[in-house]
C-alpha cells in the first residue's frame, strides 16, 4: 500500500520505518518542512496529491511530566489542531484506512487498573497532562465518528502505553521516565556522584513498552486492520514501580550509587497499566523483555548522544 506516515522523524516514527515490513510498503514520510500539519490547507493538498492508501497517524508534541506541565498551551492546540487537519481532510478525500496514535494518558486519573478501552471520557483526566490527553481524546472520538457516518471509511485508534527505545529524547526537560533516567544516571556516573533523587516515594507504577515492539504491532495491525477492534490498548499487561525502572537502568549502566526521594516533587498518577484483553484477542504480543530494551536503548544513547 502507499502510506503516509506523520511524524516519521520522531521516536515512533523512526522506529516504524526501521521495521523489516517497512520495505514491503511504499511509505511516504514528509519532514515538517515539506508538511505542516498545522496548516489545513497544505495537508488537504498533500493527501489530494498524493492519495495515499492509508494513513498512520503518529505525530504530536510529546514530553515527559516536566514538559506538559511547562508547556499545557502547546500539548493541547497544536495536537489537537494535527490531529483535526489529518482526520477532517483525510475524510473529506475518502482516505479507506487511517491509523490513530493515541496514548493511555486520556484515562481518567482515578479509573481501577487495568484501563479498558471503555473507559475514555468516563472520569476526571491527570492534570499534570491534561492538555495532550484532551487532544488525544478529541482524535480518537473523531475517528470513531467518522466510521460511525460512513462504515466504509475504518478511522481506528491504537492506544500504546509508554513507549521508549532507541530515537527517544534524552534532553531532561523534554524526555519521558527512563531515556530521563538513562541520562540522569549515565552522568552521575560518569561526574561520580554517589547518590540520585528519585521524583516521590518511587512506588507509583508505569508500563513501558519497547518502540520497535509498537513499531511490529502496526505492521501486524496493517496486515489485519479489518478485524481490529476500534480502539486498542497496545502494552505489556504488566507494569514496574519507578524505583525498579532506576534499579534496573543503574544495573545496565554499571551505577553503583543510592537513590534519594524528593516526596516534594510531582509524580502523575499512582498507576497507569493497560487492559490487554483485546490485544490478546487480536493475536499480537510483545517480544522486548525490559532488561533487553534498556540496553538497547543505552547502547543507542552511548552512540548517539554527546557524551
Known amino acids: 500500500m ?14 516504524i520505518l526501521e521495521h523489516a515490513s517497512a520495505a514491503d510498503h511504499d511509505i511516504l514520510c514528509p519532514a515538517s518542512r515539506e508538511l505542516n500539519l498545522l496548516d489545513s490547507l497544505l495537508v488537504h493538498d498533500y493527501i489530494e496529491r498524493h492519495q495515499p492508501d492509508m494513513i498512520i497517524h503518529a505525530a504530536g508534541v510529546v514530553g515527559g511530566i ?3 506541565i511547562a508547556h499545557p498551551v502547546r500539548f493541547l492546540v497544536d495536537n489537537m489542531q494535527m490531529g483535526l487537519n489529518i482526520l477532517t481532510n483525510a475524510y473529506a478525500l475518502g482516505v479507506p484506512r487511517l491509523m490513530n496514535l493515541s496514548s493511555s494518558c486520556m484515562y481518567p486519573r482515578n479509573a481501577a487498573n487495568p484501563l479498558s478501552e471503555d473507559l475514555i471520557l468516563q472520569g476526571e483526566l491527570e492534570p499534570t497532562n491534561e492538555g495532550y490527553a ?9 475517528c470513531e465518528y467518522i466510521h460511525r457516518e460512513d462504515e466504509q471509511l475504518l478511522y481506528k485508534t491504537v492506544i500504546p502505553c509508554n513507549i521508549y527505545g532507541p530515537h527517544d529524547k534524552f534532553d531532561p526537560e523534554h524526555s519521558h521516565m ?24 518511587g512506588e507509583a507504577r508505569r508500563e513501558f513498552m519497547f518502540a520497535a515492539d509498537l513499531a511490529d504491532f ?59 484483553s483485546r490485544l ?26 554527546k557524551q
Open 178 to 201: 527512563i531515556p530521563a533516567v538513562i541520562n540522569k544516571i549515565a552522568t552521575a556516573k560518569k561526574q561520580g556522584s554517589d547518590s540520585i533523587d528519585i521524583w516521590g516515594d
Open 66 to 68: 516536566q514538559a506538559n
Open 218 to 276: 502496526i505492521f501486524y495491525a496493517i496486515e489485519n486492520f479489518e478485524k481490529m477492534p476500534q480502539n486498542i490498548n497496545v502494552g505489556l499487561g504488566h507494569d514496574y514501580t519507578i524505583n525498579q525502572y532506576y534499579q534496573q537502568i543503574a544495573r545496565v549502566i554499571g551505577y553503583q550509587g543510592e537513590f534519594k526521594h524528593d516526596l516534594s516533587k510531582p509524580v502523575g498518577m499512582k498507576q497507569k497499566l493497560i487492559d490487554d
Open 2 to 15: 502507499k502510506i503516509l506516515l506523520t511524524g516519521s522523524n520522531g521516536m515512533v516514527g523512526r522506529n
Open 134 to 142: 484532551l487532544a488525544k481524546v478529541s482524535s480518537t472520538r473523531l
Open 280 to 305: 490478546k484477542q487480536f493475536g499480537w504480543r510483545y517480544k522486548t523483555e525490559l532488561s533487553a530494551g534498556i540496553q538497547q536503548t543505552y547502547d543507542f544513547y552511548l552512540s548517539h548522544i
